[in-house]
Every structure is written in C-alpha cells, then in structure tokens.
C-alpha cells in the first residue's frame, strides 16, 4: 500500500519533471525565435504539457524566464573561468583559460546560450523587474572572479572583473558571427592584458 509519504514523494517528483520540462521547452524556444516570438502556448506544446501546466508551475512569461534564469545561475557563477586561473605559472593559466573558452565555443551547442543571453538582456532592458534579477546574474559572475583578483596598476579587482566579463561575452558575440577573422582562442590575449597584473603571485 502506498502511504500519503511516497504519494506527496510522487507528486513532487511529477512536478519537479513538469517544471524541467517546461524549461528545457522555453530555452530552446526562445533561443530559437526569442522571448517575444515563442507563446506560452508555443512552450506547453514543445514540453507535451497543456498551458494550464504552465499557470500551475509558474504565474505567467516573465517567473518562467526568471525561473530559468535561477537554473543557469545554479550552473554558473563565473567559476569556471576562476578555476582556470588558479595553479601553475601566468602563462599556463592563461593557456588554459584560453583553450577552455575556445572549447566552451566549439559546436553548434554554443550558439543557444549566447543566444539566451541576448534574449534575457533585451527582456530585461524592457522589463525593470526582470532586469534587476539579470543584473543579480551579471553581478553573482563579476563578485566571483573578483574574489581571486588583487588591484594592481591603479585599477581595483572589480572594475578588472567587469572588463573581464565584458570581453567573455563581446568576442563570443563576435566569434560566432565569424569565427574565422575573430577566433576564439583570442581570449588567451584578452585575459592576459585585462587580469594579468592582478593575478597574485604563487595562486591562483
């Protein structure tokens, strides 16, 4: 017999999956025609639900992208890039940023995200509320890699931070555009000119 315990285990279960769904289906959606091209009806349909699971999961188009917003939050908060800067002499780690970007951008699994991110700052360039929570995103990014960052030459860890993530996102913007005159692995020689100075000696 199956008590109330493994009845509520299932029904969270089915919810959790509704939900993932329903977020795999709105990503690649909205990556795909963007946020104001993709329904939520277009979304239930994709996921194989109803609209009405929609509603029951999430109150309307803006807490579903928040929503997955939160998800690619949980998956990145610029650690990766962190973790490539840590051990071994400056050049290996640049090295190693630089192939890592490069492999990051490699495939036609590149173009979503990129995609997604366009489409979340023009969503939140339109939507105040929206737009204070994809600052939150931009902001969780820069703090990580500030904390492995000294100042150095005037310029404080923050502001190196900042150019730093501005230069992740504007060559990959560029490079997928066109690979062949803006390749990727460019990012090495960025990353050297911005965060050089203010790697400390001995770590990352």
Same mark, same amino acid.
């Given at each position: ?29 909205w990556a795909e025609r963007g946020i104001h091209g993709a329904s939520l009806d277009d979304i239930a349909g994709t996921a194989g639900l109803t609209k009405g699971a929609v509603y029951s999961n999430f109150t309307g188009k803006t807490d579903l992208l928040l929503a997955l917003l939160d998800?690619?939050?949980?998956? +990145?908060? #610029? !650690?990766? *890039?962190?973790?490539? /800067? ?5 050049? @290996?780690?640049?090295?190693?940023? $630089? ?68 230069? +992740?996102? #504007? !060559?990959? *913007?560029?490079?997928? /555009? ?5 390749? @990727?692995?460019?990012?090495?020689? $960025? ?14």
């Amino acid at each position: 017999m199956i008590n109330s315990d493994d009845r509520a285990d299932k029904r969270q279960e089915k919810r959790e999956q509704t939900r993932a769904a329903l977020l795999d289906a709105a990503e690649r959606l909205w990556a795909e025609r963007g946020i104001h091209g993709a329904s939520l009806d277009d979304i239930a349909g994709t996921a194989g639900l109803t609209k009405g699971a929609v509603y029951s999961n999430f109150t309307g188009k803006t807490d579903l992208l928040l929503a997955l917003l939160d998800r690619h939050t949980q998956h +990145d908060h #610029g !650690l990766e *890039l962190c973790e490539e /800067l840590r051990d071994g002499t400056a050049e @290996a780690r640049f090295e190693r940023a $630089g192939h890592h970007y490069a492999r990051r951008l490699d495939g036609d699994d590149a173009r979503l995200p990129a995609l997604l991110l366009v489409e979340f700052w023009l969503y939140g360039m339109r939507d105040f509320a929206a737009g204070w929570r994809i600052a939150d995103w931009y902001h969780a990014r820069r703090d990580s890699l500030t904390k492995e960052l000294t100042d150095a030459d005037g310029i404080s860890a923050t502001d190196r931070a900042t150019m730093a993530m501005a230069m +992740d996102l #504007g !060559l990959a *913007l560029q490079h997928l /555009l066109d690979p062949e005159r803006v390749p @990727a692995e460019t990012y090495a020689s $960025g990353i050297r000119l911005v965060l050089g100075p203010a790697l400390p000696d001995g770590a990352p």
